[in-house]
């Protein structure tokens, strides 16, 4: 039986639900998953978890002593082995004093990591994500003498790129979300074999009812809802979204604001949320348990995104099946999922008055009857997009086929060559 070490950064995480569906995924298809995580999960396993929340997860954290002390035997054991990476993280690259120093700590929880494995006799290694995960997981499966390869999903690959690199190198294969994202690695490292960047979608559930007809939505003309979704982090940019507010509450229209999410901007968010007096309209409702977030889709006129880096949002696809308005700043992969005027719309990412513009535009066309405008094609082209391209049940059973095939070598054929990849 294959048996695959999956490391996340943190496992299981509510913001990252694709890691337990691949892994689950993977369980169906005959694959033995050693699920592991570099922090300790802050919540207690909830009722109703995954298959994949349900086993053992091989945690990193706490350190313990005496397993620290095999990882520093090991690495001088195996010292050939990883002092090519030891080198690219002390002399080579552009990296600052701090982030070489980072990196020879991650060396060392790889042999932590590796340690851990070995006792469970794994013949590969994937982690989940390009931040400093992918580095313990490299040396890991460098000191174990296995292959790794990784997921490079948006920030960790256009703005936290350390050692990126040495990684994709080294990595059998990577797994990435969008069309964009694989051709941005072939230009950024032109070095890397662009036949072992696999670009494998992200899904949602689209079986889901809309229990509003998608033809038309409000139940009252003035009033005009907008939603934004996603963890509080300066990477979303909702600052922007909250000077976007002020500047429609300043020209007189009528609004509600819901931004539905946890994370370390909260305070600075409220804050700004007072300064420009916009308490009545504007609300941060906190973190929203997926069962009870599809009422907020379904209430909203309009979806608005203001990141300054994504893969393809999840957020997205789940308004559009629901058959909301999606706004979302024109980056990345997300013209992918939103093609302007036909499946949603999209403004110049960090041009606050072309965003503000287009709010206004949209409001108008809300306001209008149906009829004379094209708004409820689009809501049904969206749906059907994310129906035919973003399927979460379709794009994890390609996922499937196409890992399982990847590590047990190109030249396995897809059927019924292997009982795995049925």
């Known amino acids: ?21 691949e892994i689950d995924e993977l369980r169906r298809r005959g694959v033995e998953v050693l699920a592991g995580t570099v922090w300790k999960p802050k919540r207690q396993l909830a009722e109703g978890s995954s298959q994949s ?88 499966a460098s000191l174990l003498g296995i292959e790794f390869s990784l997921t490079l999903h948006g920030s960790d690959l256009l703005i936290h790129d350390a050692y990126l690199d040495t990684k994709l190198k080294n990595c059998r294969f990577c797994i990435t979300i969008s069309d964009y994202n694989r051709s941005y690695m072939s230009k950024r490292f032109p070095e890397v074999d662009r036949q072992k960047i696999i670009v494998s979608r992200l899904g949602v559930d689209t079986k889901a009812k809309m229990a509003i007809p998608f033809l038309y939505r409000r139940t009252k003309r003035g009033e005009f809802n907008m939603l934004s979704a996603g963890r509080l982090h300066v990477v979303k940019n909702h600052a922007c979204l909250i ?12 609004f509600k604001c819901s931004i539905a999410g946890a994370g370390p901007e909260l305070k600075r968010l409220e804050t700004l949320i007072q300064e420009n007096r916009l308490q009545e309209c504007v609300k941060l409702v906190g973190h929203v348990v997926h069962s009870d977030i599809d009422f907020l889709y379904r209430s909203a006129d309009l ?28 980056i990345t992969g ?88 049925q």
Not at 243 to 254: E, K, M, T
Request: with cysteine.
């Open 1 to 21: 039986m294959l048996k695959i070490a999956y490391l996340a950064n943190q496992f299981p995480s509510p913001v990252e639900p694709y890691v337990t569906e």
């Open 53 to 140: 929340e349900s086993v053992s997860i091989l945690a990193l954290e706490p350190i313990r002593l005496i397993v620290l002390f095999q990882a520093i035997c090991l690495l001088i054991r195996r010292w050939k082995r990883i002092s090519r990476f030891v080198k690219r993280a002390l002399v080579q690259g552009k990296e600052s004093p701090s982030r070489r120093l980072k990196a020879i700590l991650h060396t060392l929880l790889g042999a932590y990591y590796a340690v851990l494995l070995q006792k469970h006799d794994v013949d590969h290694v994937h982690v989940h994500h390009g931040y400093f995960g992918s580095w313990i997981g490299m040396v890991a």
């Open 243 to 254: 000077l976007a507010c002020a500047r429609l509450r300043d020209v007189g229209v009528s």
């Open 303 to 330: 979806f608005v995104m203001t990141s300054i880096s994504e893969g393809i949002p999840l957020v997205l696809m789940e308004a559009m099946t629901r058959g909301t308005i999606v706004l979302a700043p024109d």
């Open 334 to 421: 997300i013209p992918e999922l939103v093609i302007p005027g036909k499946t949603g719309f999209l403004y110049q990412p960090g041009n606050l008055v072309d965003f503000v513009h287009r709010i206004l535009f949209l409001q108008k066309l809300l306001d209008e009857d149906p009829s004379q405008n094209r708004l409820p094609w689009i809501r049904h082209a969206g749906e059907a997009q994310v129906r035919n391209n973003f399927s979460r049940s379709n794009n994890l059973w390609r996922f499937g086929a196409t890992f399982v095939k990847q590590v047990l070598g190109t030249g396995t054929e897809l059927g019924r060559a292997h009982s795995l990849l």
